[in-house]
């Protein structure tokens, strides 16, 4: 089956510093990856993708870089803010599915 | 514009009782996804709508379970005869096109079954 796992479940960070947080997945399968935030009580937030034909991807304070190799995925925020602290999620698809498969969430905490 | 849309956002029921739990995806969004989100874990696949037609249904756990969007807007997932074990936030995702891309989730429903 599909498995989605997290290095760490927990993460504390000092304001202002970079922030790596990491994802393996299994399926060589695999297509289609999203990082989603998810605040407490609210649903998961979209960060950034990329697709497996990719190797780094950058958005707005966050890059998402892809090792097809080793099969594994990391996220990086840069200048860590308060606002920043939450559950972040990897999810994977392969390139017929209609799911996401979701990796178990990595905390992390901002600590002002 | 307004975002997924859940209902109600807390549901307490008895074990055995039915419950319904309500979706309104962003306007025009043709796929429609439930999940499942046990505490401290990453969000579970239950069922994918494409329009009224339900595509996928393979996450649901049992029959207990049971999801319909009749006119291709709002979903519904009814869960009969609860047990403890259905306790979890009931996540729904709507996307505008016909893949699973860019999902875009609600604020979730959270089911305790006492």
């Known amino acids: 089956g599909e498995s989605v796992g997290l290095h760490l479940p927990t993460l504390s960070v000092q304001e202002g510093d970079n922030s790596i947080i990491n994802c393996a997945y299994s399926n060589s399968a695999s297509d289609y990856f999203i990082w989603y935030k998810q605040e407490s009580g609210k649903g998961p937030q979209f960060i950034i993708d990329i697709r497996s034909n990719m190797d780094k991807r950058q958005g707005q304070r966050v890059t998402v870089l892809l090792n097809k190799t080793v099969k594994h995925l990391s996220l990086q925020i840069a200048a860590t803010q308060p606002g920043d602290s939450a559950v972040y999620f990897c999810a994977e698809t392969p390139d017929t599915g209609n799911q996401f498969y979701f990796g178990t969430g990595t905390s992390l905490t901002v600590i002002p | ?114």
Do not use: M
């Open chain 2, 1 to 114: 514009g307004a975002g997924v849309s859940q209902s109600p956002r807390y549901k307490v029921a008895k074990r055995g009782q039915d419950v319904a739990l309500r979706c309104d995806p962003i306007s025009g969004h043709v796929s429609l996804f439930w999940y499942q989100q046990a505490l401290g874990q990453g969000p579970e696949f239950l069922t994918y709508f494409q329009n009224e037609a339900q595509l996928d249904k393979s996450g649901l756990p049992s029959d207990r379970f049971f999801a319909e969007r009749p006119e291709g807007s709002v979903s519904t997932l009814k869960i009969q005869r609860t047990q403890q074990e259905d306790s979890a936030v009931y996540l729904c995702a709507s996307s505008l096109g016909l893949a699973v891309y860019e999902q875009y989730f609600g604020p979730g429903t959270r089911l305790t079954v006492t």
